[in-house]
């Protein structure tokens, strides 16, 4: 295992607030750029507290005052949803270093893992959002841009093999780099993680993905009452608002509860394992110390943590 596992990519401590944070990114970017990244804002301002606006960064707010925000979040779910909601703040533990991988082999491309994830993490329900794509690919390949995810076929297909693509919460994971407001980092347990209150929707981390696993909120979710899912995290599937960045976080209020992310248990055919690196009677373990492993676009030197293979 690398020693990037044990790195803990944060954004630096300090009295950094959301107006001093985009007042560098003007400073960067330029007036009419800022001003383009910017945009989304437009849309949600009005319903924008000045409390919240100038909210803290994630890592300088206190116990009280997460849970401040914690109840203004699930009172606002009433009020947009009508549904009763429950959000925590789920901090990592130590001695965890989460890890994913999916067998090739008997992955069949039925997308259970995609509509999972769609339920799971409260995605707007007229746009079929999730942060998995499967791939249908051509089997002696595994060119990303040469695999179709909007196929409309009984699966499996001969001669073809699926490829579910993902987050893969990588150790130096490009997207934190590039993000002006340190809205986005990577967490001790590997979860690379999105303050949505805090992001201002320059959509700087989606470019700079490889994986093309970011996603865009264009609109405030639309979600039936009933369809939500009231199990929620503050950094991870409590619903997002319009015009911000949102990905994969292993289901972390799941994982970091002792459950297993909702795309595994959904997968017909156990194609998919997860677990801590660091317990060496783990499945994820076993897999990686028995079978022939490889990461996608290895040659980036992001070190995913999410590993694929075939059986033999």
Known sequence: MSDAMNQDVTPPTGATTRRTALKAVGATLGAAAFAQALAPLTEWTPNLSVAEFLQKHYRELTREQMAEILTRLENEARERYGAEV?????????????????????????????????????????TQQSYIRVLEMEKGSIDLEKGTADYDHPVPQKDKFYMPVQCQQCDRPPCVSVCPVEATWKEKDGIV???????????????????????????????????????????????????????????????????????LEACPTGARVFGNLLDPKSEIRWVLENKRVFVLKEELGTRPRFYYFFDE
């Not at 001695?95 to 339920?119: D, T």
């Not at 979600?223 to 015009?243: D, F, H, T």
Request: proline share 7%.
């Open 86 to 126: 429950s959000i925590e703040d789920v901090p990592p533990a130590d001695g965890v270093q989460f890890a994913y991988a999916l067998n090739l082999s008997i992955c069949i491309g039925c997308r259970k893992c995609a509509e999972a994830c769609h339920r799971e993490n409260n995605h707007d329900r007229s």
């Open 193 to 263: 993680v999105v303050d949505y209150n805090w992001c201002i929707g320059c959509r700087y981390c989606e470019a700079a993905c490889p994986y093309h696993a970011r996603r865009f909120n264009w609109s405030r979710p639309q979600i039936p009452k009933e369809e939500v899912n009231p199990v929620q995290a503050y950094l991870s599937n409590r619903i997002r608002p319009q015009g911000v960045m949102e990905k994969c976080t292993f289901c972390l209020h799941r994982t970091r509860n002792g459950r297993l992310p909702a795309c």
